[in-house]
């Protein structure tokens, strides 16, 4: 297992999984930094297939969802997949606001994302 | 009882982004915890007041570092007013596209604005755009 300063990341079975590190807050003040992890994470990757846990996640900003957009956008330039799973119930209905959750996979729990990898 | 034991005032000249959101945040939350205000409404105030701030530095002042923000928030127990005033010329908020629109959809930024209307009770954008006004009104309990 990987860990990063504001992620952790772990390779197993096939996917990657990347939890925030004692991060209830993903706001402008450390997005950017947790963007740059991740995308780390992901290059090299052949197909990668990428599950995000929200788990303890209580804020989130509209840099958040640009810099996941843009997670998301790398995912899929390597032909990879990804999810997002353990969302709040306050933070996925700013998904629906935004219509973003158009544009993600999300999924109840972490089981149900590696479940759903094609 | 005096009246400021039922209103709290704050208000602070914001020089640099990063150390405004850690002087604001804690302010409004420690105020919004005295006052009772539930974690909904915790976090769509958290939301505005981030929202607006970036885009004070960001779009405003153009992250221009001789410019600064200009933060206030009075909040009491029924209500949150908060102002957010760069030195930037202004702008028309009508002009923003619709981030929600299917053109727009895949652009990473652009969602603060709606984001503020979505979870403030009022937004008013005052001339010549430069300065924020939102409230968050309470809701009563039925």
Do not use: W
């Not at chain 2, 005033?85 to 929600?100: K, L, Q, R």
Request: proline share 5%; charged share 30%; aromatic share 6%.
């Amino acid at each position: 297992m990987a860990v990063s300063p504001n992620i952790s990341v772990r390779k197993t079975d096939g996917h990657i999984r990347i939890d925030f590190v004692d991060r209830n807050v993903l706001d402008e003040l450390n997005i950017h930094q947790i963007g740059e992890e991740m995308i780390k994470a992901i290059d090299g990757e052949i197909r990668p297939k990428v599950v995000i846990v929200f788990r303890n996640v209580e804020h989130m900003s509209s840099a958040a969802f640009g810099t996941l957009m843009k997670v998301n956008e790398r995912v899929k330039t390597r032909d990879g997949q990804l999810r997002l799973c353990h969302i709040q119930p306050r933070i996925h209905e700013a998904f629906v606001m935004t219509k973003l959750n158009r544009l993600f996979t999300i999924v109840e729990t972490y089981e149900s994302a590696v479940a759903s990898f094609v | 009882m005096s009246n400021a034991a039922h209103t709290f005032r704050f208000e602070r000249t914001l020089r640099d982004l990063r150390e405004g959101l850690e002087l604001v945040h804690p302010a409004v939350e420690g105020a919004l915890e005295k006052f009772g205000y539930d974690d909904g409404a915790k976090f769509a105030i958290r939301l505005a007041v981030e929202e607006a701030i970036v885009n004070a530095f960001r779009h405003g002042n153009q992250l221009d570092p001789s410019k600064v923000v200009r933060f206030r928030a009075v909040i009491d127990a029924r209500e949150v007013v908060l102002e957010i005033e760069d030195e930037g010329p202004g702008f028309d908020p009508a002009t923003i596209p619709d981030p929600t629109e299917d053109e727009n959809l895949e652009i990473p930024s652009g969602r603060g604005v709606m984001l503020i209307r979505a979870y403030m009770s009022e937004v008013e954008y005052l001339p010549p755009g430069n300065r924020v006004r939102m409230v968050f009104r309470k809701p009563i309990a039925a």
